[in-house]
């Protein structure tokens, strides 16, 4: 079975500059995640999805982060203008089930964005 | 607000001694506590847990969790240097909205 695939792996840019990244959760996986993991911390929750539609965003940065999952299947993740703190490894996650039958996380490889 | 707090965050042992890290939580609606270890890249899956005082096992891991007591610890015996790790502690709620991760704690191994 094929894992959460994510790209790219790296990625080094300015502040001000945009960036997006791309997740391809595991095949029936419904729900997906975006997380932003900053060195020496735990994983923060950016996004979530089930299929196409937003369970929560709450702590997406929205005017300056936005992400998609327009067929339910793959997503992306844009920044636009980025700033110094954003750099981090960008962690997608997917799941099986949706709301008590959500089972684990199982996650992609990361996208590690530095920011100069 | 949910919240996962980790302990230690740091911790460096030697080749054959045995671990104990430790999580507690405060969560509206607990539904389960998972483990992941954290290596250069995805964490990977150790454990799930659900009910109280029933032990998960695989290997030289085992952990366990208090669900009165809000907590749980992980158990590595014997440790090699592949146990070197990040090992993050996570909770879902019980509408499996989402998983609020801890710090995690940081484990070298030595030889």
């Known amino acids: 079975e094929a894992g959460v695939a994510q790209s790219p792996r790296y990625k080094i840019i300015e502040k001000r500059q945009s960036v997006a990244f791309w997740c391809n959760p595991i095949s029936g996986h419904a729900t997906l995640y975006w997380y932003q993991q900053i060195l020496g911390q735990g994983p923060k929750l950016l996004i979530q999805?089930?299929?196409?539609?937003?369970?929560?965003d709450s702590q997406l940065p929205k005017d300056r982060f936005s992400a998609e999952r327009l067929k339910g299947v793959d997503s992306t993740l844009k920044i636009q203008p980025a700033k110094l703190e954003d750099s981090a490894v960008y962690l997608c996650?997917?799941?099986?089930?949706?709301?008590?039958?959500?089972?684990?996380?199982?996650f992609g490889e990361g996208s590690r964005l530095t920011v100069l | 607000e949910d919240k996962v707090v980790q302990s230690p965050l740091s911790l460096v042992v030697h080749e054959g001694d045995t671990v104990t890290l430790n999580c507690s939580y405060e969560v509206t609606n607990f539904r389960s506590l998972l483990w992941y270890k954290q290596e250069k890249k995805a964490p990977t899956f150790l454990f799930m847990l659900t009910s109280s005082g029933i032990e998960k096992k695989s290997g030289r891991l085992s952990s366990i969790l208090d669900k009165k007591e809000l907590f749980s610890i992980l158990n590595i015996t014997a440790t090699q240097t592949g146990d070197s790790a990040i090992y993050l502690c996570a909770v879902n709620d019980n509408y499996g909205q989402n998983f609020v991760f801890g710090p995690g704690t940081r484990l070298s191994v030595l030889p």
């Open positions: 996650a997917s799941s099986l089930g949706t709301g008590a039958n959500t089972g684990e996380l199982f």
């Open positions: 999805f089930q299929n196409n539609g937003v369970v929560d």
